[in-house]
């Protein structure tokens, strides 16, 4: 009976919640920090939400001022998802890959716009769009793969790419370059309502048949067509787009081009540097496996 009862006081004392000097909670007290972390809705935390992306996208066909103003602000607030992040503690993986997949969507969206208003130049949009999406993708699967799970695709090593370290570690190169590859695009898109160079339907008069210079791209319907009352929100917006001045986006796109341009060399270094790095993991499980076997004569 002794040995019953000190068997059942021992299993009583290891179910008594205790703590350690540090705090930690030692094995046999209920744990409810798990339980009430299920209850957390990952998907609603302030980090995560990109509503102003959407909205840009939605007024994107007729209404470039206020797309280009929720387009801005959307970007300047992406910049400083990490910082709110860490301020309210809600720092997820979630939140990491989705901040990237958010920056690859939008500008896609912008540049598959901007390849319907100049079609001459689709292949180019094209090209830029594939290499974007090509070399992140590339670049965060071999981070997740070869660096381990949780590694943070922005922790490269300076042994492998110095330019991507310098990128990715130094948050004023990082900014500026994000920064001002979009502001190239957010001009360009101006600049398809405001600039007859670019775009020489806007010359014609509204009696006119829209007939577009560019190879390729369809007539342009009359105002008629589009909008049977003239005084709707769309139409006052198109009739006012039509009134930009091209003066600032061709400032903003020849001041940014540069930047734009070594973005897209930093995207074809990562594409390559992630390619390499992912040959590298197949060469070692080659050599693990035995492969290639040699052939017997």
Known sequence: MEGVKTR????????TPQKGTNGDIHRGQIDTSDELAGHENIFIFWPNLIVLALAS????PLHPR???VLYTISCLLDALDGYAARYFEQSTQFGGVLDMVTDRCTTTCLLVFLSQAWPRWSLAFQAL?????????????ATLTMAGKGQSHKKVDSSRSRILNLYYTNKTVLFT???????FWIALYLLSFSSPTLSPSLLQQPGEVAQSVQLGSPAHPTLSKLFPNPYSAGALE???ANKIDS???????????????GKQLINIVQLVKASRWLAEGDRAARRKAGLPRKKKN
């Open 57 to 60: 996208l939605y007024y994107m």
């Open 177 to 183: 370059f994000c920064a001002m590859n979009e502001v």
């Open 8 to 15: 059942s006081k021992a299993k009583s004392e290891d179910s």
């Open 247 to 261: 003066f600032w986006p061709w400032v903003f796109a020849g001041t940014s081009f540069p930047i734009m341009f």
């Open 238 to 240: 198109l009739a006012r």
């Open 66 to 68: 206020t797309c280009s």
């Open 129 to 141: 769009i594939s290499l974007d999406l090509a070399s992140h993708y590339m670049h965060m699967f």
